[in-house]
């Protein structure tokens, strides 16, 4: 796991197409070249073919001899073949996102299985003006089976000591986390203040779980509709999509007539869990209609990729656009036609894949704040004990639609309320969606109003930038599943 010296992240999380099959196959250089004069210059001739052979980008990155894999080195293969990676975005300014992991992370990690204390934290103010001075970091969400969520830990609680040393928002304070996060120790007592001011303790442990992708479903009243609410917190593999089968059989029995959906925290993942989401909320009108289309570089479209070949799973006609149209299965079974999502400047790639595919057949609202911008995506190629994610493919929606890079800019702005817990109508976010839903629009707040949120809104994004580094040690992207 990458240490960050801001960082508190919870864990690396990863993807993988379900290929179980081992899968050791490594490249030779162009017959022109001297034979390897170790594993490890094999291993980085590798990384270099089978990424130029995928990346979507191929025409950009320099021949064998010009690039020169075996320059880069670093303290293990992993560090050696990030290099050799990292090297093809110098080529791509576009390209924020290859990375190199081990096989067995990206193996034990398709459905969502963590080993650590199972929450995420951010830190927040509860400031109203400025300057701010009283900066905590917050509880943004728990998952349900880790040993924090079985210890009743909430969103919108803030972290006040660990192991009785008080946590602040300072140098100290980033040394604990840094420290109790990734340091060798298992176990630590944590002191919560929750929402009323009152604190609790808890002693949690690091433990193996499965991550819930819905971390919370309701049904709110707001304008004599029906809301339902669904917080979807990761695009994971089959779990996720039984997840989501539950999820809506729940809204369908309840009758909801409306449909807000909390991608705030959501940075992508299986494009295959995007269809059944889009599936679920796409009108009838949408049925058998295309979707989306993957777009490879120009030699996997012409099935001109002999080393991937090697590997089971990969033909001919892999890549062609025949065989990469998505369309809509059968939808409408909520009747909706409009849909409001909750996105950050965290919601990437899958949030963003599904909200580009549905905007084409039904009205989209975007409430929060600018998502990522990540329309494009990879498939991991297992070379010896690692896994390597060049970025090979973009999306196309039925309208042509594909190059979000700046992100989706929302319809209504509204801060991230990460002191309040879900479903809480007070939140800000929540809450514009549940008055457009009552009042037909997004109300013209009293001038009071709207400085409030602009505070709320500059506060945020003074805390911005540690916040995004707290996040560098997550997962963010779709992957495409064999």
């Given at each position: 796991m990458k240490k960050l010296f801001f960082s508190v992240a919870l864990g690396i999380i990863v993807f993988f197409a379900s290929c179980k099959k081992e899968l050791d196959q490594v490249a030779t250089p162009p017959t022109s070249q001297q034979p390897p004069s170790s594993t490890l210059d094999l291993l980085k001739d590798s990384i270099y073919l089978y990424s130029k052979e995928t990346y979507l980008w191929d025409d950009l990155v320099p021949g064998y001899e010009q690039f020169n894999p075996r320059q880069y080195s670093g303290s293990t293969d992993q560090a050696s073949a990030?290099?050799?990676?990292?090297?093809?975005?110098?080529?791509?300014?576009?390209?924020r996102f290859s990375f190199v992991t081990s096989r067995e992370t990206s193996e034990g990690l398709q459905t969502g299985q963590h080993v650590d204390y199972g929450f995420f934290v951010k830190a927040a103010s509860i400031d109203v003006v400025e300057p701010i001075d009283s900066v905590h970091w917050y509880v943004s969400y728990v998952y349900d089976k880790s040993t924090t969520g079985l210890a009743g830990v909430q969103r919108g609680w803030y972290i006040n000591k660990i192991n009785g040393s008080p946590i602040g928002y300072n140098q100290a304070g980033i040394g604990v986390l840094n420290e109790t996060f990734f340091g060798t120790g298992n176990n630590a007592s944590f002191e919560f203040v929750k929402p009323d001011g009152t604190t609790t303790s808890a002693n949690l442990n690091k433990s193996a779980f499965i991550s819930n992708s819905v971390l919370h479903k309701s049904v709110i009243e707001a304008g004599g509709r029906k809301v339902g609410y669904l917080v979807f917190?990761?695009?994971f593999g089959?779990?996720?999509?039984?997840?989501?089968?539950?999820?809506?059989?729940?809204?369908?029995?309840?009758?909801?007539?409306?449909?807000v959906v909390d991608l705030r925290y959501n940075p992508g993942g299986s494009t295959e869990t995007q269809n059944t989401l889009a599936n679920y909320i796409a009108p009838a009108s949408a049925s058998n209609k295309v979707m989306y289309k993957y777009v490879f570089n120009k030699r996997l479209q012409e099935g001109n990729f002999p080393l991937l070949k090697k590997k089971a799973g990969f033909g001919n006609t892999s890549f062609a656009e025949a065989n990469n149209t998505q369309k809509f299965g059968t939808t409408g079974s909520?009747?909706?036609?409009?849909?409001?999502?909750?996105?950050?400047?965290?919601?990437?790639?899958?949030?963003?894949?599904?909200?580009?595919?549905?905007?084409?057949?039904?009205?989209?609202k975007l409430i929060g704040d600018t998502t990522y911008g990540k329309p494009v995506g990879?498939?991991?190629?297992?070379?010896?004990?690692?896994?390597?994610?060049?970025?090979?493919?973009?999306?196309?929606?039925?309208?042509?639609?594909?190059?979000?890079?700046?992100?989706?800019?929302?319809?209504?702005?509204?801060?991230?309320?990460?002191?309040?817990?879900?479903?809480?109508?007070?939140?800000?976010?929540?809450?514009?969606?549940?008055?457009?839903?009552?009042?037909?629009?997004?109300?013209?707040?009293?001038?009071?109003?709207?400085?409030?949120?602009?505070?709320?809104?500059?506060?945020?994004?003074?805390?911005?930038?540690?916040?995004r580094k707290l996040e560098e040690g997550q997962f963010s992207g779709m992957f495409k599943e064999k």
């Open positions: 990030s290099g050799v990676l990292n090297a093809f975005k110098k080529f791509q300014p576009l390209d917190n990761q695009f089959e779990p996720s999509r039984n997840e989501l089968k539950d999820a809506f059989n729940t809204f369908k029995s309840d009758g909801i007539n409306e449909l909520l009747n909706l036609n409009r849909v409001f999502f909750i996105v950050t400047k965290s919601s990437a790639s899958a949030s963003e894949l599904i909200i580009n595919n549905l905007k084409p057949y039904m009205e989209v990879f498939f991991p190629i297992d070379i010896g004990n690692l896994a390597v994610y060049p970025i090979s493919f973009k999306t196309v929606n039925s309208a042509g639609n594909a190059d979000f890079y700046n992100g989706f800019i929302p319809d209504k702005t509204a801060p991230d309320g990460v002191t309040k817990n879900w479903g809480d109508k007070t939140e800000p976010s929540l809450a514009n969606a549940l008055n457009y839903i009552t009042y037909g629009n997004f109300r013209n707040a009293s001038t009071q109003s709207i400085n409030s949120v602009n505070r709320q809104m500059n506060i945020q994004r003074q805390l911005e930038p540690l916040n």
